[in-house]
């Protein structure tokens, strides 16, 4: 592998997916080819070695667990790889022995920087996946179909058409690309069937809008216009916010009109009406496509043919189009509120559960890098917060005549007084992020109990978004975030230390917005800490 797609070391112990991504962001693919001892030889002989370059840093490939060699840099460039101290995993490979090579990139010579490598026969390609494995100063990749380590495999034979050096170019390419294909097919399925709630919304919209302006005009080419146009504006708002925006595109419609009626059609009026179409809707606070489609709008206005003299039956249409519109995404067929708040605050508990477990371990480790990295992560749950937030407060003003949504709508209650609790907890996570860093900084690692109980807080919040999605269930939140309280405030036993109480504090607030959360009132969640006792260990 390439050193330079390696982004940071990871320590030994469990891999979680964090970690393993932050040391290797990239989408890269995997490729496994075959070479002989001695072309392996030679793409060693072939690297960048650190007295090759001025600041002494090189380009190691880095290898995969059981392959070693040396080398000596005083040797001239082509002859520095021992060749005896070749081995995988104890013997010593043979230069005429086939091996099976994996290499982290789509293109052999770009992930070694070796035109030998590229030599090889090409085997197999596939989407790389991140396995299980012990840690070691570099994480190791795996594919499917080929283990990232050389191994011994039969010498290339010609009689043999099954062998890779048989397979045609255009076969293997085939085959490297078929992976990537299905992937496109699941991802574009995907997406299909997530936007076919929005496709029957916005056909029954159109078509119920036409219907309704025939009855006024002839021709009501402005109903199913305003129809796309103010679903695609209303989509997701707040109601006042969706009628807001409803009347602004039939008023700017109508203002276009008159517009046009005063100055005729010529190509200035035409930029003048585009330009104050997309200008209005940047003012109604309206997203990319809202200020493309008024612009459309706009042009449709003022090119079309229109009967002579002023007439008010495009802002009829407009207004039908747009009152349909708001029907259909608010009353007739809105998308299930509950699910949105049900996404939220899922996403909501994943990122502040990343900050809290990354916060521990940056204790446990005495990590700063890791502490500091878990402080931006809890920073960045403020986005996830307001999106949630947003989420309850549509859900409640949501009113539909589909009775799965009114029972949805019974949990409502729950999810909106954990939306304060929720607020505090982030800004405790942020807080306790950042006295951990502090702390680390200082002190090195924190005690073993200390960085548990933050461990239970992550606990405690994922039970308690189990406890918000069925309230029925039996879920262990208020007793785990109890247990996170106990577990930091046994450490002030033997830590009586001025940074260490801190983060004892912030552990024991953040387990009381999360106790409220649940569902206890102040005093009670109150009570509950002050009838805990302190443990000493952990489990």
């Not at 200020?291 to 002023?310: C, D, K, L, M, N």
């Not at 402080?375 to 986005?383: G, H, Q, Y």
Request: charged letters at 20%; one cysteine or more.
């Amino acid at each position: 592998m390439n050193p330079g797609v390696i982004r940071a070391d990871i320590a030994a112990g469990p891999v979680t997916f964090a970690e393993a991504f932050t040391v290797q962001s990239f989408g890269n693919s995997l490729v496994t080819m075959t070479l002989t001892g001695a072309q392996v030889e030679r793409v060693l002989e072939q690297q960048v070695f650190p007295s090759d370059t001025a600041n002494g840093s090189g380009t190691i490939l880095q290898v995969s667990n059981g392959f070693h060699y040396s080398w000596d840099p005083a040797r001239p460039a082509g002859d520095r790889i021992d060749p005896a101290s070749i081995a995988l995993n104890g013997p010593p490979l043979v230069p005429t022995q086939s091996y099976r090579v994996t290499v982290n990139n789509p293109s052999p010579t770009a992930a070694t920087g070796s035109p030998s490598c590229a030599r090889g026969p090409t085997g197999s390609a596939g989407r790389s996946t991140w396995t299980r494995s012990p840690r070691t100063s570099r994480p190791t990749r795996r594919s499917r179909r080929a283990r990232p380590t050389a191994s011994p495999g039969r010498a290339p034979d010609a009689r043999s058409p099954r062998h890779n050096g048989a397979v045609s170019s255009r076969r293997i390419a085939q085959r490297a690309h078929l992976p990537e294909l299905r992937g496109q097919v699941r991802r574009r399925t995907s997406r299909l069937r997530a936007g076919l709630w929005t496709i029957a919304q916005t056909s029954i919209a159109v078509g119920a809008a036409w219907l309704i302006a025939q009855q006024v005009n002839d021709s009501p080419f402005f109903a199913p216009i305003s129809a796309v146009v103010s679903l695609a504006a209303t989509r997701g708002q707040r109601t006042m916010r969706a009628i807001e925006l409803v009347l602004g595109v039939a008023v700017g419609i109508a203002i276009a009109d008159v517009i046009v009626t005063l100055l005729g059609t010529s190509t200035l009026v035409l930029m003048l009406v585009v330009a104050l179409s997309m200008g209005a809707a940047l003012l109604l606070g309206g997203g990319t496509l809202l200020i493309s489609q008024a612009g459309v709008s706009a042009i449709f206005v003022t090119t079309i043919e229109r009967p002579h003299g002023f007439t008010p039956n495009r802002f009829i249409d407009a207004l039908i189009g747009g009152t349909v519109a708001l029907l259909v995404s608010q009353v007739l067929l809105p998308r299930d509120p509950v699910a949105a708040v049900t996404n939220t605050v899922h996403a909501l508990s994943d990122r502040l559960g990343l900050a809290l477990r990354e916060t521990a371990a940056g204790l446990r480790e005495g990590d700063r890098e890791r502490a500091r990295r878990a402080l931006d992560v809890a920073r960045s749950a403020t986005t996830n917060l307001d999106d949630f937030a947003d989420a309850v407060d549509i859900a409640r003003e949501t009113i539909s005549v589909r009775p799965p949504v009114w029972r949805a709508r019974e949990r409502l209650p729950l999810y909106a007084g954990a939306v304060v609790q929720l607020d505090l907890a982030v800004r405790n996570t942020r807080v306790l992020a950042r006295r951990a860093v502090s702390a680390v900084r200082r002190h090195g690692p924190a005690p073993p109990a200390l960085a548990d109980a933050v461990d239970r807080l992550a606990d405690a919040l994922d039970e308690l978004v189990r406890h918000l999605d069925d309230p029925d269930a039996d879920t262990a939140s208020r007793r785990t975030a109890l247990d996170a309280a106990r577990r930091a405030t046994s450490v002030l036993d033997e830590d009586h230390s001025l940074s260490t109480s801190a983060l004892v504090a912030q552990v024991r607030s953040t387990a009381v917005d999360l106790l409220r959360g649940s569902g206890l009132s102040e005093d009670q969640a109150i009570a509950a800490m002050e009838e805990i006792e302190p443990v000493s260990g952990s489990d």
